[in-house]
């Protein structure tokens, strides 16, 4: 055993070959075009739990600029090849939930106890399906969610379930079915032991714990509860190289349909997937899962029992619960090097709806995290009418390249490097979520943006015209929104309902300086991982000590 003086001198010699070696290893690293990890971040396994992916240093998030002197929040932009319809937003640090007009007026909102946990809907029948955030032991170390609520459009909460505990937790994104259920992402924990029995290594995971992820489908139980009728798992479904006597052993690039267990190319966190959208297509009656942590989406067939999900035959495709396919990152299944790679880190894949241009294929919000820029991709599908994808023997899937793209004319002004969506509008516009910034933002099949709005709402309250955000601990703005939706003025759950705007929610400029909320920062967390071993997430949101404001309307 050393001594602690001992220990001592030895934390002190290795500290300062750390500096001294410094120079040389962010030199390669830069080589490499991907920003350094500050040192002591992410480097090895986390004994004490955390180790989501530790933070790189990268470019700022760009702070939007408006073209109006002044003016830091509210509509920058709105011009008449804008969409027309009304945009669903939910700011990320607070409460309330607003729907906008193109004008930049809101004409309704709603008012949670929680935060939200990350997406919300607007149902057919005009209620507000929202997501919440709840704080559980463990949790994912980032989207957390938990707790699900239904709102009628009178703000009276009709339907609430709650599912997290420290052994799983929903997370990130919700979907309403056709048939009035709810598709939920969901996280579960697996010990070291049980990691180490499909094929993980003790040397690949840096945290005592992994939180893989599953989908479920929930039936509600009115007014309070739910049941759940179908579930799958991306545990079902790995493959491993490493170890013969295991029964998932194979070669992940003959079994593209499986889940490599080093499918990130990259030391393991315990939020191994890192899953934030899915998307249901009722003709396919398939599911369509973002997973940032392999730099891919992937779909499964949800035309399988529960039991089929868990294997590899049955359902519609005949191929139980295994990927129907995958896109962005060849290099997760060994067909591919990370030269290959299309996606880095994105969100929201999305199929783009029946009578919409383009209908049929899927857009992705790319984040850009390791480039430093972001950018909006539409593929089409190699998909055939009964929903069978083409993949040629020792191929990639396809496609090669997008239908389309959008980024930024100087590419490095349109950078989010977490959260943040994209989603296809009725004239062929595409709506924009620059998530880490509040930007919400629309632009037409040529890049030219068309109307424009920056969230003002924040932790705390709202700000007032030319104040500016602050930075949370994780280096988002305070006005952050997760993704946004647009619904059509003849959208059925706007059908009858006053939509009289109800004023802007910034306060006047006059109020500049006194809302005791401008560039209000705090101090950026070091620990990217969920809480391990049990310890309920040092690294989680803080609570917010002070009243939740309410709508303008009611204040």
């Known amino acids: 055993m050393k001594t602690i003086k001992q220990k001592l001198i030895w934390s002190a010699t290795v500290a300062l070959l750390i500096v001294l070696s410094s120079g040389l290893t962010l030199s390669v690293l830069a080589q490499n075009n991907?920003?350094?990890?500050?040192?002591?971040?992410?480097?090895?396994?986390?004994?004490?739990?955390?180790?989501?992916?530790?933070?790189?240093?990268?470019?700022?998030?760009?702070?939007?600029?408006?073209?109006?002197?002044?003016?830091?929040?509210?509509?920058?932009?709105?011009?008449?090849?804008?969409?027309?319809?009304?945009?669903?937003?939910?700011?990320?640090?607070?409460?309330?939930?607003?729907?906008?007009?193109?004008?930049?007026?809101?004409?309704?909102?709603?008012?949670?106890?929680?935060?939200?946990?990350?997406?919300?809907?607007?149902?057919?029948?005009?209620?507000?399906?929202?997501?919440?955030?709840?704080?559980?032991?463990?949790?994912?170390?980032?989207?957390?969610?938990?707790?699900?609520?239904?709102?009628?459009?009178?703000?009276?909460?009709?339907?609430?379930?709650?599912?997290?505990?420290?052994?799983?937790?929903?997370?990130?994104?919700?979907?309403?079915?056709?048939?009035?259920?709810?598709?939920?992402?969901?996280?579960?924990?697996?010990?070291?032991?049980?990691?180490?029995?499909?094929?993980?290594?003790?040397?690949?995971?840096?945290?005592?714990?992994?939180?893989?992820?599953?989908?479920?489908?929930?039936?509600?139980?009115?007014?309070?509860?739910?049941?759940?009728?179908?579930?799958?798992?991306?545990?079902?479904?790995?493959?491993?190289?490493?170890?013969?006597?295991?029964?998932?052993?194979?070669?992940?690039?003959?079994?593209?349909?499986?889940?490599?267990?080093a499918c990130n190319g990259r030391a393991t966190a315990a939020f191994w997937n890192h899953m934030n959208s899915l998307d249901y297509n009722a003709k396919l009656d398939q599911i369509v899962l973002s997973v940032r942590g392999c730099n891919e989406i992937w779909i499964i067939d949800h035309g399988t029992t529960t039991q089929q999900a868990a294997g590899h035959t049955g359902g519609k495709q005949g191929k139980g619960g295994d990927l129907l396919y995958r896109w962005g990152n060849p290099a997760a299944y060994k067909r591919g090097t990370l030269q290959d790679k299309q996606l880095v880190q994105q969100h929201d894949a999305l199929w783009i709806p029946a009578g919409y241009p383009g209908a049929g294929h899927?857009?992705?919000?790319?984040?850009?995290?390791?480039?430093?820029?972001?950018?909006?991709?539409?593929?089409?599908?190699?998909?055939?009418?009964?929903?069978?994808?083409?993949?040629?023997?020792?191929?990639?899937?396809?496609?090669?390249?997008?239908?389309?793209?959008?980024?930024?004319?100087?590419?490095?002004?349109?950078?989010?490097?977490?959260?943040?969506?994209?989603?296809?509008?009725?004239?062929?516009?595409?709506?924009?979520?620059?998530?880490?910034?509040?930007?919400?933002?629309?632009?037409?099949?040529?890049?030219?943006?068309?109307?424009?709005?920056?969230?003002?709402?924040?932790?705390?309250?709202?700000?007032a015209q030319g104040e500016l955000p602050g930075k949370d601990m994780r280096g988002h703005l305070w006005n952050a929104v997760f993704q946004v939706n647009r619904y059509a003025p003849d959208y059925a759950g706007l059908k009858g309902r006053d939509l009289t705007p109800k004023g802007v929610i910034e306060l006047p400029a006059d109020q500049k300086g006194k809302t005791g909320l401008h560039n209000m920062t705090e101090a950026q967390r070091t620990d990217r991982g969920p809480g391990g071993k049990g310890k309920g997430g040092g690294n989680r949101p803080p609570r917010d000590g002070q009243q939740r404001p309410p709508p303008p309307d009611q204040q």
């Open 362 to 463: 899927m857009t992705i919000f790319n984040n850009g995290y390791d480039r430093g820029w972001s950018s909006v991709e539409e593929i089409v599908l190699p998909v055939d009418a009964s929903g069978k994808y083409t993949l040629a023997p020792g191929k990639n899937f396809g496609p090669d390249k997008p239908c389309w793209h959008y980024e930024a004319k100087n590419r490095t002004d349109f950078f989010s490097a977490e959260i943040s969506g994209a989603c296809r509008l009725p004239n062929g516009n595409t709506l924009i979520c620059g998530g880490i910034v509040g930007n919400l933002f629309e632009v037409t099949p040529a890049g030219e943006m068309v109307w424009q709005y920056v969230n003002p709402m924040v932790r705390g309250g709202i700000l």
């Open 34 to 261: 991907r920003p350094p990890r500050q040192v002591g971040q992410g480097q090895g396994r986390n004994r004490d739990g955390g180790g989501g992916g530790g933070r790189h240093d990268m470019p700022e998030n760009k702070i939007p600029v408006s073209p109006n002197p002044g003016q830091t929040v509210g509509l920058y932009l709105n011009t008449p090849q804008a969409c027309p319809g009304y945009t669903l937003m939910a700011p990320k640090h607070n409460t309330v939930t607003y729907l906008l007009d193109n004008e930049g007026r809101y004409v309704h909102s709603w008012k949670s106890e929680y935060e939200p946990g990350q997406t919300v809907y607007l149902l057919p029948n005009g209620h507000l399906l929202r997501s919440c955030m709840v704080r559980v032991q463990g949790g994912t170390g980032g989207g957390e969610g938990g707790r699900i609520e239904e709102f009628d459009w009178d703000g009276n909460l009709v339907w609430e379930f709650t599912h997290a505990t420290r052994d799983y937790q929903l997370h990130h994104d919700i979907k309403p079915l056709p048939n009035g259920h709810i598709l939920a992402l969901m996280v579960e924990r697996k010990t070291m032991e049980q990691a180490l029995a499909v094929g993980f290594t003790e040397q690949q995971m840096r945290d005592e714990y992994l939180v893989p992820d599953a989908v479920v489908e929930i039936e509600p139980i009115y007014p309070k509860g739910g049941k759940i009728i179908w579930e799958w798992h991306a545990w079902d479904h790995l493959i491993q190289d490493t170890d013969r006597s295991k029964p998932n052993y194979g070669e992940p690039a003959q079994h593209p349909e499986r889940i490599y267990v």
